[in-house]
């Protein structure tokens, strides 16, 4: 599932920006076919915009019916109906999604017999200070065995004390879902921790979910501003 947003409050209309020759959304659409892991990919979206452009391209689009704060609930909104156990959210701004970071994010419910994990998120480590520092740039923290702490706009962790090298991570928007915690998330209300940051991941992490987090050292570009979108047109060339 790829939710797309017309609006977007950074970079309006970003995912119908042109990207060599195609929108940024379908360029989206078509990476995630082109991994064939799934047995169907659609977009869901709020615009007729979107929608057609995928429709007309020969890709398959759901229109939402509710208007939606985020890209789960417009997800859960779209396979409530559906028989289906692992959902994956790939988000509508990430052309350069690889099939290996998403066979890693499966891997993890197939090492799962007890069901210990309700989602498997990815992050990539990252050394530069502006990127560390840059509220656009979501930082994850895990624990021993990778279960997410928190994540946050925030550099995390704050080094304090700068003798000690730690490592920093920033969270890819890709998601994959056991069904059931998708439902529970729709019809559970925005906590202050999720409002504050702005970050979806955290009612997971407030109503006692567990993500399982992969590292993958594929970091793609993120197309959230007008410069990332520049990136993102110079590593397609």
């Keep these: 599932m790829i939710p797309a947003r017309y609006a977007a409050s950074r970079f309006p209309a970003k995912l119908m920006q042109d990207l060599s020759g195609k929108p940024v959304i379908l360029r989206t659409y078509e990476a995630a076919v082109k991994t064939g892991l799934f047995d169907n990919v659609y977009v869901v979206t709020d615009s007729k915009v979107i929608f057609d452009t995928i429709s007309q391209a020969g890709g398959k689009a759901l229109m939402s019916q509710k208007e939606h704060e985020c890209g789960s609930d417009r997800i859960a909104e779209a396979v409530a109906d559906m028989e289906v156990d692992i ?10 999604t690889d099939r290996e970071s998403l066979v890693g994010v499966l891997e993890v419910f197939r090492n799962d017999p007890d069901r210990e994990i309700d989602l498997a998120s990815l992050m990539v480590k990252i050394t530069d200070q502006e990127e560390i520092d840059d509220p656009n740039t979501v930082k994850v923290i895990v624990d021993q065995r990778n279960f997410a702490l928190y994540f946050s706009r925030s550099p995390i962790p704050y080094p304090r004390n700068r ?51 992969v590292e993958t050292e594929v ?3 993120e197309i959230d501003t007008p410069d990332d979108l520049k990136r993102a047109q110079r590593a397609w060339k």
């Design 87 to 96: 959902i994956v959210n790939v988000q509508g701004d990430e052309p350069f």
């Design 163 to 213: 003798e000690i090298e730690a490592s920093h991570y920033k969270h890819k928007g890709i998601y994959a879902f056991r069904k059931t915690a998708l439902m529970d998330f729709q019809r559970l209300p925005m906590l202050p921790l999720e409002a504050t940051e702005k970050i979806e991941a955290i009612r997971y992490l407030e109503y006692g979910k567990k993500i399982k987090m």
């Design 219 to 221: 970091s793609g570009i």
